[in-house]
């Protein structure tokens, strides 16, 4: 009722910002008001930049990542370890991991995680893609980096099964779990603890 105020335009630019995620209709109509004070230039910059990834970013051929053209960045780079892959859900998921600057390999991306009640199956994620890297036959280790969710767990449990047979040669890592840094042992919830003891490292 709040929307029979605004124009048109303005309501059609409410409601696409509403539909992104964390957006909700106050946050949708606050960025619509902000882009409206915006210089015709700036706003159109912001359009712009929409229609430009929307236009050139495609997937990577071989990791499924974000890529301009063929082929991704990572992929490209001759630098990184293409003996050592990481497995990820999302190419979102690529970005944290290359923040800790202790990853030198290379990813995959599967496109989502294993849910059978939702109708994803192994056939629905880029996991035929993943078993055919492996069978080129230069890979050494695979680090398992999906979620740590239920999907993202059987995810990797699927993996782990299905790499020991095919690939045996390969080593299959999970990320390891435990307690967040500067956190107290009080706080912490007892599957988090549970895990972060079986995992514990010899000092
Ligand atoms: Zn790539």
Redesign the pocket.
Known sequence: MVARVFSAPVNRLITELNRLPGVGQRTAQRLAFHILRLSKEDALALADAIREVKETVGE?E????L?VGP??K??EDPRRDPALICVVEEPSDIIPIERTHEFSG??HVLGGSLSPIDGVDPEDLHIAELFKRIDGGEIREVVVATNSTTTGEATALYLADTLRERAPDVAVTRLATGLPVGGDLEYADEVTLGRALRGRMRL
């Open positions: 990577c071989i990791c499924f990542n890529a082929i991704c990572v992929c290379r990813y």
